[in-house]
């Protein structure tokens, strides 16, 4: 059977297969959540939390290959046919990536913590485990790991998530005001807003005061 790939980053799926192809995106999604996504954070926010979530998401990858490394169990025979078995499969990374980012991020809806108010962290959180569903499902279909891989990386992927989650929030947040002050923290414009309840809310109320500030100083003027 034909196969075509996705070449951002060459996911093959078979020819007209359009679940396969929308598979394949989806099995995208941790390269735009780490492109789109912490790298956009980190240019225009630079908030403590997010840059301590993406150091989480690159420990639990780092994980991942230590424990691939050490088990090395083979990818299934569906692999040998993409062309593509060049890694071990056991843990799958993109399920242990996007099971690490969805429970992380639904521990900081729990705590308040975040860019959105309550009423719209129902609709992020659902996204989010959908999201983390779908490409746990796609590594299988797709033929790129086994159940029990995806499954071993789903498992892990909550666990770290949890448990850096905990370091962050219990034994780390006290330094983020000392980070803040400190040279390098001065110099990055790195920010701790944790305590705010709505940071986007936050945000706009101080912007538009800040326009109305200006508007008043230059028809002082």
Partial sequence: MALKAVTLTHVRYHKGDRLGHFLAW???????????GFVSHFIFRRELQGIFFAIGLLISQFINEVIKKSVQQARPETCALLEMCDSHGWPSS??????????????????????????NRWFLNVLHWTLAVLTMYSRVYLGYHTVAQVFAGATLGILVGAGWFWVVNSLLSCYFPAIEDSALGKYFYLKDTSHIPDVLKFEYDNARAARKDNDKGYKSN
């Fill in 26 to 36: 989806v099995s995208l999604v941790p390269v735009f959540i780490s492109l789109g």
């Fill in 94 to 119: 993109h399920s242990q990536y996007m099971f690490f980012f969805a429970v992380y991020f639904s521990l900081l809806s729990c705590q308040g913590i975040g860019l959105w108010g309550i009423k």
